[in-house]
């Protein structure tokens, strides 16, 4: 056994690297017991909660081109067709995201998004991401595990949402519009609490609603904003949205890509590659 005095000099070099490290020395029993982790989950992933709020409230005001493509298949096994290609202007200003110049399959429309008829989903961009951390929410988050997330080492946390504080609203068909309930994934980079890929399910929806089923996913990744020269964002890249319909059983897939960045002025306008 060593002498007492090296024991004692072991003792206070692991107290001052745990202290400069953030930890406490504590018995590891205490810090596998169930109360403890959920007390160390509480804490980490309310650090996310504030690094994506912070994150929004700083990010500057851009604009970006959306195309989504929109495909369809009849059946479980049925092959996906396409159906049609729309673009669109999308801003980012005050907070808050807005279409304009919508081109459906290359030809310009006057009519606004939502009319376009078959299956959108309104809010892929940021709002959906901000609004699920918002405290009025109420979301409910647990730890799944740990993963690579494209090269990243991330952590995998699942969560869900009441209907009654939902900000996802699934679009039919210029007929039919709800807020649902739904619960996903988010995958978070484990250096830096931010949100890489977030993918939900919507549950519980009415009978008598169209959709049966419905599915988003979107991944983020750091890209260069146009006359934001200097610096990376962490802004979406691409989207996927999945619908089944109950009556003909047909399903729906929107394959979603952002691109073109640049900062929102007053008179910006995106042209159609």
């Known amino acids: ?111 606004p998004l939502e009319s376009l008829g078959g299956a959108l989903s309104i809010g892929e ?40 504080r939902s900000r996802w609203t699934l679009s039919f068909k210029n007929s039919h519009s709800l807020n649902v309930a739904y619960r996903g994934k988010i995958w978070i980079d484990a250096s830096n609490h931010h949100i890489l890929k977030i993918s939900q399910q919507a549950q519980n929806l009415p009978a008598r609603f169209p959709i049966a089923y419905s599915e988003a996913t979107t991944i983020y990744g750091y890209v260069s904003v146009a006359g934001l020269e200097g610096k990376r964002f962490l802004l979406p890249q691409s989207a996927n949205l999945i619908l089944h319909e109950k009556e003909r059983r047909v399903r729906s897939l929107n394959v979603i890509e952002f691109r073109s960045y640049r900062k929102f002025t007053a008179d910006v306008r995106l042209v159609p590659e």
């Open 125 to 164: 961009f940021g709002s959906l991401l901000r609004t699920l951390f918002l405290p009025e929410t109420q979301a409910e988050f647990w730890k799944e595990g740990e993963e690579r997330f494209q090269e990243i080492p991330s952590i995998v946390a699942g969560f869900k949402v009441s209907q009654e």
């Open 1 to 111: 056994m060593a002498p007492p005095y090296f024991q004692a000099i072991a003792l206070t070099i692991a107290l001052v690297v745990s202290d400069l490290l953030g930890f406490s020395a504590r018995p590891l029993a205490v810090l596998h017991s169930p109360s403890a982790q959920a007390l160390e989950w509480s804490r980490w992933i309310e650090l996310v909660r504030q690094e994506a709020l912070q994150y929004s409230d700083t990010l500057p005001d851009f604009v970006c081109a959306q195309t989504t493509r929109r495909y369809s298949a009849i059946s479980d096994i049925g092959t996906w067709q396409s159906e049609d290609v729309w673009e669109a202007e999308l801003s980012f200003n005050q907070k808050a995201e807005r279409y304009s110049n919508v081109r459906l399959n290359g030809k310009a429309s006057r009519r």
